[in-house]
């Protein structure tokens, strides 16, 4: 049984910053779970109870279409060096889009980030930590430049289109209500 809080203590703070990748998960009603690995410089603590992170562009836009039917996510960090650890964030998300009046304040929490998409924003109902013995060993080698460098050679009109064509519904065929800066 792991250990629950109901902030995000110091400790995991902490944790949180060490870490080189995150999970996101979420569920409509019906259809697919979806469990998104997510990277680059792109989680920050907001407060006690609150998250964000920034989203690019990506094949799919899964999360999207979820909380617009159920806000619940859970976010997990795992230690894949030192201690074994996992912790998991419980809440209820929002999202913050480029044309939304929250937009520049939030993205500009982020190193900027050609593609990026939206904004999640967590309320962050529980925490909880438990072991991760189970969790295999890896060195970090870096991040991949590959998102950058495909978003940079889509630039801004074909990102848009990218996004229209294959960014306005979930596998499930569920609404992600994207809307894009004009």
């Known amino acids: 049984m792991g250990t629950f809080y109901d902030t995000i203590e110091p400790k995991l703070v902490e944790f949180i910053e060490r870490q080189q990748m995150f999970f996101v998960a979420t569920?409509?009603?019906?259809?697919?779970?979806?469990?998104?690995p997510k990277g680059l410089d792109s989680f920050r603590v907001l407060g006690p109870n609150r998250v964000a992170w920034l989203n690019g562009t990506g094949s799919g836009n899964e999360t999207a279409a979820h909380i617009g039917l159920d806000p619940r996510m859970t976010i997990m960090f795992c230690a894949f060096?030192?201690?074994?650890?996992i912790l998991r964030l419980y809440g209820t998300a929002r999202m913050v889009q480029p044309p939304d009046a929250e937009w520049t304040e939030l993205s500009g929490l982020f190193p900027p980030m050609d593609g990026a998409r939206q904004v999640y924003v967590v309320d962050v109902t529980q925490c909880q930590t438990s072991c991760g013995f189970g969790v295999p060993l890896y060195d970090h080698v870096g991040q991949r430049d590959l998102m950058p460098q495909w978003a940079q050679n889509k630039g801004p009109a074909g990102i848009a289109k990218?996004?229209?064509?294959?960014?306005?519904?979930?596998?499930?065929?569920?609404?992600?209500?994207?809307?894009?800066?004009?």
């Not at 569920?27 to 998104?36: E, K, Y």
Request: hydrophobic fraction near 25%; charged fraction near 30%; glycine fraction near 8%.
């Open 27 to 36: 569920a409509a009603p019906t259809g697919r779970v979806n469990v998104s």
């Open 81 to 85: 060096e030192g201690k074994p650890w």
């Open 162 to 182: 990218y996004q229209r064509d294959k960014n306005t519904h979930s596998i499930d065929g569920f609404d992600t209500d994207l809307r894009q800066a004009t």
